[in-house]
């Protein structure tokens, strides 16, 4: 399933779980006027197609006292950016990784109790084999945090 396959009604429905993931198909059934049913059907849909990957909540990481850390890196000729990425992924205080166009070719947000930690952490993404040169930062202060916007 793609966009283009979304209708009105399940963009809706996206809006509302974005809004707060722990609403009731019962709630977002009514704020529709829709059957629960439906919505529950729906959302199977888009869970099955890949569309809804998860139900989670966005924590405040400043609050929970975990340090965030962003690693911008270029892999090497020859080496599969898709494959390292995966590998990367492996790493359970690893939270995103995109790939992406620009000064870096994938993008690493990670996790960590602090600098010693996040140095170590560091030293094994990037001694794998095919990364390249990299960058790293801390975030410092979170000033938007949001869910992906789905078009109205």
Do not use: H, W
């Amino acid at each position: 399933m793609i966009m283009e396959e979304l209708d009105e009604v399940d963009s809706k429905i996206l809006r509302c779980l974005t809004g707060d993931c722990r609403l009731s198909y019962r709630k977002i059934a009514n704020y529709l006027n829709l059957s629960t049913s439906t919505v529950s059907k729906r959302i199977n849909r888009m869970i099955d197609s890949g569309i809804i990957l998860s139900f989670v909540p966005l924590l405040n990481s400043n609050l929970l006292n975990i340090n965030m850390y962003v690693i911008g890196a270029k892999v090497k000729p020859g080496y599969d950016v898709d494959e390292l990425a995966k590998s990367i992924g492996n790493e359970d205080y690893v939270t995103n990784i995109f790939l992406t166009v620009g000064s870096y070719d994938m993008i690493i947000m990670m996790e960590a109790r602090d600098n010693k930690d996040m140095l170590e952490k560091m030293k094994r993404i990037t001694g794998i084999n095919g990364i390249g040169s990299f960058e790293s930062f801390q975030i410092i202060d979170i000033k938007k945090q949001s869910p992906v916007n789905i078009p109205q």
